[in-house]
C-alpha cells in the first residue's frame, strides 16, 4: 500500500512539474503567439476549429486603371479668313420737296434701320436736286451733317458719320427762310434719294473645325499644344487673329506673318468626345496652315503600395504557420482582365475573366518594408487589393 501511495504521489509531483513547464513556456513565448495559441484554445472550446483567421497587412481600393500606348496628334485642314465688305443699297427713299417762305414751310423728316451698325462702316447719303435756292441743312439723329446751297444737282455723297449711327435714325431734311423777301419761297425737290454703305460679311471672317478624342485618350493625356502658320496677304492691313477651342480663348493677337506661332498650351479647354477648334479675324486676310494638336499621354498608369511585415509575422511565414496571400478583387464585368504584378521584385502577371485573382505570396515577401506594384495592359477596374496573413 505505502508503495502505491508513493507511486501516486509521484505521478501527481510529475503532472504539476509538466504542467508548470507548460504555463512557464506559455508565458516565454511572444506576445502574438500566446495570444494566437489561446485564440486556438479557445476556438476548440467553442467548436469553431474549423474558421481560418487572418491579419491585414494592406487593404487598398485602386478603382478604374486605363493604359494607353500612343495618342496619334490631331492634324487640322487648311483654312482661309477674310474680311469681305461689300457696298450695298441700305436705303431708297421716296422723292419729295422741301421750301420754306412767310405763307409756306415744309420740312421732311425720313426713317432707316441698320440692321448692325457695328458690322456697317462709310455709310453715305446720296440725292440729287432740281434747281433751287436756299441753304439746304440735313441733321442726322439730331446732328447736323450738310449745311449749303447746291451748285449742282448731283449733290457729292454725304458722309455718316459712324458714331452717329443707330439701329434706328432719322434724317432731317430743311431750308433757310428767305428773310424779308415775303414775295419769294426757298425751296429744293430730291430725288434718288439713296443711303449705301459697306457690310462686312462675318461668314468668311470665322473658320470652325473639329477633332474628337475618346475618353481613354483623354484620361491618359498629360500635354496638348495647338500649332500653325499664318500667312498673310498684306502685313499691314491683317488684324487680330483670336483662336479659341470650345469656347475657351486660347490666342488673341497679331501673329508674326508666315512665321510658325509659338505652341499654344490647350489641354485645359479640351474634353472627352468633340473638340471644336475657331479662327476669326475682325480685319485682313489669314491663310491658316499646318495645324496640328501635339499629344503626349502621361507615363503608363500604374499604382504602388507599401506594407509592413514584423520579423515575427516574417518567421510564421517561413515556418508555414501562416501564408501570405494576395488576392485582387475586380469587377464582375466578364471582361479580360490584364496586368503585370511586382511584389519585391518578384514579377507575375493576370490574365483571366474571373473577378478574383489569389496568389500565395510567402516566398516574396521580406523584413519591414514591401511593396506591390500593379501595371495594367488594358482598362480594368480593381474593387480592391488585400495582403493578408492567414491561418
Not at 491663310?287 to 499604382?303: A, G, H, L, Y
Not at 488594358?378 to 474593387?383: A, S
Amino acid at each position: 500500500m505505502a508503495k502505491k501511495a508513493q507511486g501516486g504521489m509521484n505521478a501527481a509531483v510529475l503532472v504539476a512539474v509538466i504542467a508548470g513547464l507548460i504555463i512557464i513556456y506559455i508565458l516565454f513565448l511572444p506576445v502574438e503567439e500566446r495570444e494566437k495559441l489561446l485564440d486556438e484554445e479557445n476556438g476548440d472550446n467553442n467548436g469553431d476549429s474549423g474558421d481560418r483567421e487572418e491579419t491585414v497587412l494592406l487593404l487598398e481600393h485602386p478603382g478604374r486603371l486605363d493604359t494607353i500606348g500612343k495618342i496619334d496628334d490631331r492634324f487640322i485642314p487648311n483654312v482661309f479668313i477674310t474680311e469681305i465688305q461689300n457696298a450695298q443699297e441700305l436705303e431708297k427713299l421716296n422723292p419729295f420737296t422741301i421750301r420754306n417762305g412767310w405763307f409756306d414751310k415744309r420740312d421732311r423728316t425720313l426713317r432707316f434701320t441698320l440692321e448692325n451698325t457695328d458690322l456697317t462702316d462709310n455709310v453715305l447719303l446720296v440725292f440729287s436736286v432740281s434747281e433751287g435756292k436756299g441753304v439746304l441743312s440735313i441733321e442726322l439723329n439730331g446732328e447736323n451733317v450738310y449745311e449749303f446751297e447746291p451748285s449742282t444737282v448731283n449733290v457729292g455723297p454725304i458722309k455718316l458719320k459712324k458714331e452717329l449711327l443707330l439701329q434706328e435714325n432719322e434724317l432731317r431734311f430743311s431750308v433757310s427762310s428767305v428773310g424779308p423777301k415775303f414775295w419769294s419761297t426757298n425751296e429744293y425737290s430730291l430725288e434718288d434719294i439713296r443711303i449705301i454703305g459697306d457690310i462686312t460679311d462675318t461668314s468668311r471672317q470665322e473658320s470652325q473645325n473639329v477633332f474628337e478624342l475618346t475618353s481613354t485618350e483623354f484620361a491618359n493625356l498629360d500635354k496638348a499644344t495647338l500649332r500653325f502658320v499664318a500667312y498673310c496677304s498684306s502685313v499691314r492691313n491683317v488684324g487680330k487673329l483670336d483662336v479659341s477651342v470650345n469656347n475657351r480663348m486660347v490666342f488673341s493677337g497679331v501673329p508674326v506673318c508666315d512665321d510658325p506661332v509659338q505652341p499654344i498650351p490647350i489641354l485645359g479647354a479640351l474634353s472627352a468626345g468633340e473638340n471644336k477648334v475657331v479662327f476669326r479675324t475682325d480685319s485682313g486676310s489669314y491663310s491658316i496652315e499646318q495645324i496640328k494638336v501635339d499629344m503626349e499621354i502621361k507615363d503608363t498608369p500604374t499604382v504602388v503600395y507599401f506594407f509592413e511585415v514584423t520579423d515575427a509575422q516574417l518567421e510564421d511565414v517561413r515556418a508555414d504557420r501562416v501564408d501570405a496571400n494576395l488576392t485582387i478583387e475586380f469587377v464582375d464585368d466578364d471582361k479580360q482582365k490584364k496586368a503585370d504584378i511586382n511584389i519585391n521584385r518578384h514579377l507575375t502577371s493576370i490574365e483571366q475573366d474571373k473577378p478574383i485573382y489569389s496568389k500565395k505570396i510567402n516566398n516574396w515577401i521580406e523584413p519591414d518594408n514591401n511593396y506591390i506594384e500593379i501595371r495594367p495592359r488594358n482598362e480594368i477596374t480593381i474593387v480592391d487589393v488585400k495582403v493578408a496573413l492567414v491561418d
